[in-house]
């Protein structure tokens, strides 16, 4: 009788294989079809930031140069100093006129180059180099140029200074007349 058990044992085993590999077989042999269908459309949107709205304001007896600006550079050469505390304020408006909300990531400054004339130019221009201050501030606060995290939507415009000057403590006066050249910012903007 236990022979019996064990026969019938075998064979169950037996067919259960025989069903198991059957299905494993018909489900290795289908042919598996995917079809798909994928459209890309253009999002249609733009990437826009200039800056606009260039004004000045001197102080002293200075004179503020010639300003030029294209996207995110500013800059301006012919300044003219003449005493210490003589300075100048740029300000400018930075529009987003594109659809993609931006943010200010770093401000790099550029120059000054100073020009000094006359027997002492040399000696002036590299006094003033250390004598001179250089900001740029947004909202009246000055910006930390490498991390200053301003945010410009879509549409959006935003006013900006910035400003040089001669330290008025200035124990030197220039024998001649100072010029800047090359002095100015440029923004750069990242994805929002």
Known sequence: ?????????????????????????AALSQQLQIKTTTTVQSNQTSWNIK????????????NVGNISFN?????????VLKTPSDWAEYYFDVKNEGEVPAKLS?????GPTVTGSGDTAKADADY?????WAVIRYNGTNINTSSP??????GETKTFMFGLG???ESAHLPTNT?????YGYTLNFVQA
């Open 1 to 25: 009788m236990k022979k019996d058990h064990i026969k019938t044992y075998i064979v169950i085993a037996i067919l259960i294989s025989i069903i198991g590999i059957s299905i494993a077989y």
């Open 51 to 62: 800056i606009t709205n260039v004004r000045s304001t001197p102080h002293g007896y200075m």
């Open 71 to 79: 996207n995110t550079t500013i800059t301006v050469s012919g300044i």
């Open 106 to 110: 770093s401000v790099s400054r550029i």
């Open 128 to 132: 003033f180099l250390t004598q001179y």
């Open 149 to 154: 995290n301003i945010s410009l939507g879509a």
């Open 166 to 168: 001669y330290n008025s």
């Open 178 to 182: 100072l010029t800047i050249s090359s």
